[in-house]
Nanobody, 118 residues
């Protein structure tokens, strides 16, 4: 149902910042629980941060205090502000939407690359 497109990735030095965006195409964006995941080559895709339709958030321990997930339901857009970036943050970052109807498939974007290096 919902189509997701990520943007904002790039190459930065350690300690730098990036702001990722995920634009959703669909009529009921505000009803979806949303999240950011990341995956490095040869590794499992893992949750980074999530934000429920009601606004409550959660983060993986490794990014707490550095990353902030937010959403703008009027713009149908999900954000991930990433500060104090580390080389281990290097990965492809994916936007995710949980289904509104139980049994429907999850929705994923195609990803945006984040590279942190000197």
């Amino acid at each position: 149902q919902v189509q997701l497109v990520e943007s904002g990735g790039g190459a930065v030095q350690p300690g730098g910042s990036l702001r990722l965006s995920c634009t959703a195409t669909g009529k009921f964006f505000s009803l979806h629980d949303m999240g950011w995941y990341r995956q490095a080559p040869g590794k499992q895709r893992a949750l980074v941060a999530k934000i429920a339709s009601g606004g409550r958030t959660d983060y993986v321990d490794s990014v707490k205090g550095r990353f902030t997930i937010s959403r703008d339901d009027l713009e149908s857009t999900l954000y991930l502000q990433m500060n104090s970036l580390k080389p281990e943050d290097t990965a492809t970052y994916y936007c995710h939407a949980e289904p509104i109807v139980r049994g429907d498939p999850d929705s994923w974007g195609r990803g945006t690359q984040v590279t942190v290096s000197s």
